[in-house]
């Protein structure tokens, strides 16, 4: 099978699962052979909640099937998509890693798709980052539909705590014009619960990654100056201030500006 035949928007989702270093440890443990999951949670140290959130990532992307014999749930590794994997490093690497400065990340976050049970949450937190007045000139949250029809389907992200969702990050098309199909705007989002604990950190690199692995190539976003943090946290993943946007819309009956940032995947 040659790279072009293979289903690339399966290869990107695969790309992207891996970059939870937790799933990586699982695929690992149960690449040696038929493992049993008591034995993952047994070897990788992991709470079986937190496992099955994993092990139903893995199975999503077909990197794993799951049986039952008798009373044991055994994990095995598809061959097939370690092969596919290879063929497509090459095409992936020349197109430049994800390196970053993030330095420690946290370890107690777990990072997978959005979904459809996940709007509550999403619009909560929505709702807290507008109420700082330096997040977005978004003034009120908007419905599930509107936010459903405006991400990209693949590149929606939440972090959860001990089963909460406490952070999220989506990417937007940035025009329907064919000639900007890969140029997208970030959102990330995360519960004041929650903030200063590396959520952010694990959300955007998550972010750019899925981004590098499929067909975006720029990812933009605009941020009040006044959020230095987050503005920082963007350059810490390789986005580079282009420049500043002054006085480009208001909020609050007052004139503000915006910080203009990109990260190019040529740029890494």
């Not at 590396?198 to 690199?205: S, T």
């Not at 750019?208 to 810490?236: C, G, K, M, Y």
């Not at 390789?238 to 208001?250: K, W």
Request: net charge negative.
């Amino acid at each position: 099978m040659s790279f072009e035949t293979l289903d690339t928007d399966l290869l990107a989702r695969r790309f992207a699962c891996l970059g939870d270093p937790t799933r990586l440890r699982v695929l690992r443990i149960a690449a040696a052979g038929p493992v049993t999951v008591d034995a993952i949670v047994r070897d990788a140290g992991i709470e079986p909640s937190v496992l099955s959130t994993h092990l139903e990532a893995l199975v999503d992307v077909g990197f794993i099937d799951i049986t039952v014999h008798g009373e044991k749930s055994v994990i095995n590794v598809a061959e097939s998509a370690y092969s596919d994997l290879v063929k497509a490093a090459t095409v992936v690497a020349a197109r430049g890693q994800a390196r970053d400065t993030l330095g420690s990340l946290p370890e107690d976050v777990v990072l997978r798709r959005m979904n459809d049970g996940d709007w509550d949450a999403v619009q909560a937190i929505y709702r807290e980052g507008i109420d700082t007045g330096t997040a977005t000139f978004t003034t009120t949250v908007p419905s599930a539909e509107k936010l459903d029809a405006q991400w990209l389907p693949d590149h929606r992200w939440v972090a959860e705590i001990d089963g909460l969702v406490v952070g999220w990050a989506t990417l937007s098309p940035t025009s329907s014009r064919a000639c900007y199909r890969g140029v997208a705007e970030n959102s990330i989002y995360i519960g004041s619960a929650a903030r200063g604990r590396g959520v952010g950190k694990l959300l955007l690199r998550q972010q750019v990654q899925a981004a590098d692995a499929s067909e975006i190539w720029t990812v933009q976003s605009s941020i009040f100056p006044e959020n230095r943090a987050s503005v920082a946290l963007h350059q810490a993943v390789g986005f580079r201030i282009v420049g500043t946007r002054s006085r480009i819309a208001q909020l609050g009956g007052q004139w503000r500006d915006t910080v203009f940032l990109e990260r190019r995947v040529s740029e890494g």
